[in-house]
């Protein structure tokens, strides 16, 4: 079973930190990573996406891609109070299928 | 630019009834699919299609039918509404044939099931 792997928090940082998120993955075939946000009752949305190992900057959000660990992450600097909400990274799935696999989400409180 | 729409937003049926989830997207994308997401199991894919009549099954596919006779219709179909089916419904579509397998999310659809 091809799993992607966050820690369901909540994480709770306050107004202005660094927030890090973080996630696993365990298929070594995947190549491309997604970082979508959900807010309460709503859709998710695409935040970011990488594709290569490094660092990925847009914003005050930086998404991190280690592939050797099989790791991605996610940073949002000076964090909002509006950046609260569930995050959800995915994986593209192997097998050339199109599908994404998700993790359960990282739940984010940023308090003012 | 619609992009991704779902109708009903909000849907309440008995068990055993037939209900249709509607999804319609306005990129042509080639790509859809249909996930359900509920407390503690996040989102759960259903079924999937590569593109007009090309659909298949994903993650859990009982008790639900789909079909794709135009590339930017993608229907849902519950044949008998079980209580276990009361969830939120999202539709999604990505251009994975144009290089990219980013998903992009319709509004979802919060059906209920008494």
């Known amino acids: 079973q091809k799993e992607v792997e966050q820690n369901s928090g909540p994480l709770s940082v306050p107004e202005g930190a660094i927030a890090s998120l973080n996630c696993t993955y365990s298929?070594?075939?995947?190549?491309?990573f997604f970082w979508y946000r959900q807010y309460s009752g709503k859709s998710p949305e695409l935040i970011m996406s990488i594709y290569s190992n490094g660092d990925k900057e847009d914003g005050r959000f930086t998404a991190q891609l280690n592939k050797a660990s099989q790791y991605v992450s996610l940073l949002i600097r000076d964090s909002q109070p509006s950046d609260s909400a569930t995050y959800l990274c995915a994986g593209q799935g192997s097998g050339n299928t199109g599908k994404l696999i998700f993790g359960q989400g990282t739940t984010l409180q940023v308090k003012p | 630019d619609a992009g991704i729409t779902q109708s009903p937003r909000y849907k309440i049926t008995e068990t055993g009834r037939q209900v249709t989830l509607m999804c319609h997207q306005t990129?042509?994308?080639?790509?859809m699919f249909w996930y359900r997401q509920d407390l503690g199991h996040g989102l759960r894919l259903i079924y999937y299609s590569a593109a007009a009549d090309i659909t298949d099954k994903g993650e859990v596919p009982d008790g639900y039918v789909v079909s794709r006779s135009k590339t930017e219709n993608f229907p849902l179909t519950l044949e008998s509404a079980t209580r276990s089916q009361t969830s939120v419904y999202f539709c999604?579509?990505?251009?994975?044939?144009?290089?990219?397998?980013?998903?992009?999310f319709g509004p979802g659809t919060r059906l209920t099931v008494l």
């Open positions: 990129w042509s994308h080639s790509y």
């Open positions: 298929d070594r075939g995947s190549q491309s």
């Open positions: 999604a579509s990505s251009a994975r044939d144009r290089g990219t397998d980013t998903q992009y």
